[in-house]
């Protein structure tokens, strides 16, 4: 789950005018937006802040998710007391895998045949696989172990070879068929037909099943079926991966016997299972102790003081001081080789666990329990927290996606806001400005009027307050 944060940022508009005034009126529209951006600016810092900590939480979700695997995992060992199934002799048979809860030797012996796919190619080839009719009548049958399947050839452009494969195909008689081209001699098209599953097939196919029926000549194998024998007793199989015979193991036959040849199955307990996911549970909860202790102390991340850190940590304390009941040897995970440092990381020691007799793996695979009980069943304090539906975590990252809906809808009410805002604002300021612009352009005229009226009737220009002298009267007017 992850929140949306929104990055709505105003945009002042950019002030038109003309008077001498439009710069201070820009002014005014830059310092109302960025009033307006303030509580804006607030919801978005609380939405990053948000993302933040909900990105810091799925990363203490997934820590404490996979650390509950490897718990369950352990426990589950303890259901099946560690039983691995291993082959004497993999060339001719590997054991898949096996849920047996109690040890077993069974043996693998007299392999006559692997199970294999049945296949067939017509015998005569064609000369087109579009143009050369395959049908006298354009209705075929194809028979697959008795099964018949009819095949309709008598849409446009269908009876042909490429028209005939199709039509198997569609039959669902569990084969395939396709057209092959040799590129040799004047009828170098054959259809293959191969069986979709091994075991033994057979395979038919004829023309004019209505009429006059005849064979098409198939030059085919049957496909043969698993033969062999466990622990004397012969089994057939239509599959060389066999789940069926042993309860609780699936083997897997890969070749044949020859002579008094033979493989030993075997399902014996292994305790390196329970120390390889012990390595895996020590990494996992180093891993998640830092992310926990990052939220912790002086320097702490956004999740300081937040509930889930400090829950998810008296989980872990639950898990690791986990004790068993009765009197078998192995009651913690000390027991086990498992240490935690003042520093409050977690080692395992090989040596320890090497140590442990077959008695103390018994008690190990004991105290272990199952997925529902012993050890097993603490991984149910970190699934409180990790579950993704129900968890703790997922709650509080609910609780953060509704706040973050709820600020971005509010951020989307302040920007619709601030916008009409600043557009009334400008609209008023833009009126002003006309009106300023035309006051100008009186006084510039009326000012130009009076000027023109001093110097018509007092012989001065009032611009520069300089008198203009008369015209000079000559000596004989005197």
């Known amino acids: 789950m992850g929140t949306t944060s929104s990055t709505s940022a105003l945009t002042p508009l950019t002030f038109t005018g003309v ?88 043996q693998i012996s007299n392999i006559q045949s692997l199970a294999s796919a049945a296949s067939a190619t017509t015998t005569n080839g064609y000369a087109d696989a579009t143009t050369t009719t395959v049908s006298s009548t354009g209705t075929m049958q194809l028979v697959v172990n008795g099964q018949d399947y009819t095949l309709d050839l008598t849409g446009s452009g269908q009876n042909n070879l490429n028209g005939l494969a199709s039509a198997i195909n569609a039959a669902n008689a569990g084969v395939t068929a396709s057209v092959i081209d040799t590129g040799t001699g004047s009828t170098p098209y054959y259809l293959a037909i191969s069986a979709d599953s091994t075991g033994e097939t057979s395979m038919q196919l004829v023309d004019d099943p209505d009429g006059t029926d005849t064979q098409i000549a198939l030059t085919s194998t049957t496909g ?51 120390s390889t996911l012990l390595q895996t549970f020590v990494s996992q909860y180093n891993s998640l102790e830092q992310l926990l202790a990052a939220q912790i102390g002086p320097n702490a991340g956004l999740l300081t003081g937040n509930s ?117 604002l400008d609209d008023a300021l833009e009126s002003a400005d006309e009106q300023i612009s035309q006051m100008q352009s009186q006084q510039q005229e009326l000012t130009a009027s009076l000027q023109s009226l001093n110097y018509t009737s007092y012989g001065y220009n009032n611009t520069n307050n300089a008198i203009n002298s008369a015209p000079v009267m000559s000596s004989s007017s005197s």
């Not at 940590?313 to 690791?320: C, E, H, K, N, P």
């Open 19 to 106: 008077s001498q005034y439009a710069s201070d009126f820009q002014t005014v529209i830059d310092h109302a937006v960025a009033v307006a951006q303030l509580p804006i600016t607030q919801l978005q810092n609380e939405e990053s802040n948000i993302s933040s900590q909900e990105q810091l939480a799925t990363g203490i979700q997934t820590a404490v998710a996979n650390l509950a695997t490897t718990v369950t995992d352990l426990g589950n060992l303890g259901t099946n007391q560690g039983i691995s199934g291993t082959s004497s002799n993999t060339s001719l048979v590997q054991v898949d895998n096996t849920s047996m809860t109690a040890p077993g030797s069974f």
């Open 224 to 274: 043969s079926d698993a033969s062999f024998q466990v622990n004397g007793q012969t089994v057939t199989s239509t599959t060389n991966t066999i789940s069926n015979v042993i309860p609780g193991m699936t083997f897997t036959l890969t070749g044949t016997t020859t002579g008094n040849e033979s493989a030993t199955l075997t399902a014996a307990t292994d305790p390196s299972q329970i």
């Open 308 to 424: 889930i850190v400090y829950g998810v940590g008296s989980a872990l304390q639950s898990v690791i001081n986990y004790q068993g009941t009765g009197t078998n040897s192995v009651q913690n995970l000390a027991d086990l080789g498992i240490s935690v440092s003042s520093t409050g990381e977690m080692s395992f020691n090989q040596s320890t666990f090497n140590a442990l007799t077959s008695s103390q793996i018994q008690a190990a695979f004991s105290f272990l329990g199952s997925s529902t009980s012993g050890f097993g069943a603490t991984a149910g304090y970190l699934t409180t927290y990790s579950d993704p539906t129900n968890g703790l975590i997922a709650g509080e990252e609910n609780e953060w996606q509704t706040d973050t809906t709820n600020m971005n809808n509010q951020i989307t009410t302040l920007t619709a806001q601030a916008n009409q805002m600043q557009k009334t």
